[in-house]
């Protein structure tokens, strides 16, 4: 007999035609947004979760789905997952990592130019017909090229961030982590280990790429933000919780740094409205993974593992895969 899954959010018809040969499925292909309690009720009797970073998967939840053996993740950033939870239960979950990293890295570059070359503060001033002549400070913004590029952060995306900086753009590029790279990773990223406050203090371009956790909540607020260059770039493609929003609202609008590009929010498809009435900001609506190409082998990934899991197999991307050998979990 087939095992159940459900998948959580709406996903490509090709990876549901790959979980219908494993599983009885139940989808979601009107892509609602449930309720913890309406996800609780969809996961009775399910056997596995296809879930995205919208869905939060706690103990709490998962006492109330006692058959669940599996959530696989689409995403590669898990902070929507509690691992200690699903470890001491048995349930094996899973990430998507490195099939994301270049194109995740390619846009925390775009957003980070956009941002210091003013592009959306020049398209919605161009769309709102106020552009009635040249001048010699028109929108005038900041170099990439040549300057210093300082990332938080040094995981795959933060390497492949820096590549970019150090040889498309001969940028100098300084780097602060949890634990300094090894020296060969730190020469094929063309990246220098600083302090934090030495990353704050001499970055020209901020990338913000670090994994959440409630140990990283607003690692920059208002007193590391007053650490950087007023003519610096703050762009975060991590999670939104990493940077005090309010924070870092009021240093725009008093124009202690010059701007910011945000792809990612502390609440969620909710900003912070103060935000949207700055000009010197870029938002997009986290989606520095958004290829179609990419999106797709991330689903295929995270079905990947699922159909491993209940199906006796090895999963390619687990998190806590201990719990699939007994005695170790
Ligand atoms: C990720 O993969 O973590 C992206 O941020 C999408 O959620």
């Not at 009797?45 to 296809?50: E, N, Q």
């Amino acid at each position: 007999m087939k095992k159940n899954i459900l998948v959580a959010r709406r996903v490509f018809d090709s990876v549901l035609e790959r979980l219908r040969v494993h599983f009885e499925v139940e989808p979601n292909q009107d892509d609602l947004i449930w309720s913890k309690a309406e996800l609780i009720a969809r996961l009775q009797g399910k056997d596995g979760a296809f879930i995205t970073a919208s869905e939060r998967i706690d103990a709490e939840l998962l006492d109330a789905c006692p058959q669940l053996r599996a959530v696989c993740n689409m995403a590669v950033g898990y902070n929507n997952i509690d691992l200690d939870a699903c470890t001491a239960r048995g349930v094996l979950a899973s990430n998507t990592p490195d099939v994301l990293t270049e194109t995740t890295a390619d846009f925390g570059f775009a957003l980070m130019m956009a941002a210091a070359r003013r592009m959306a503060e020049g398209e919605h001033f161009l769309r709102r017909g106020e552009w009635d002549k040249w001048a010699v400070d028109l929108l005038a913004g900041s170099d990439i090229h040549g300057t210093t590029l300082g990332l938080l952060g040094m995981g795959r995306i933060g390497r492949a961030i820096a590549k970019r900086g150090a040889l498309g753009f001969g940028m100098q590029v300084i780097y602060h982590n949890r634990s300094r790279l090894a020296p060969e990773l730190e020469q094929e990223s063309g990246a220098r280990y600083v302090s934090k406050e030495a990353l704050l203090q001499q970055s020209d371009h901020l990338l913000l790429v670090l994994p959440y956790s409630p140990a990283v909540h607003h690692v920059i607020g208002a007193a590391e933000i007053a650490l950087m260059k007023p003519t610096a770039t703050l762009t975060n493609i991590a999670r939104g919780g990493v940077v005090d929003e309010v924070a870092l609202a009021e240093a725009l609008s008093k124009h202690q740094i010059a701007a910011a590009g945000l792809d990612v929010f502390e609440g969620e498809p909710a900003v912070n409205p103060v935000l949207l009435t700055l000009p010197n900001i870029v938002l997009t609506p986290h989606i520095a993974s958004a290829t179609v190409k990419t999106r797709l082998a991330m689903a295929d990934l995270a079905a990947d593992n699922l159909i491993a899991v209940l199906t006796g197999g090895v999963p390619p991307t687990p998190l806590n895969g201990q719990v699939l050998q007994p005695g170790l979990a």
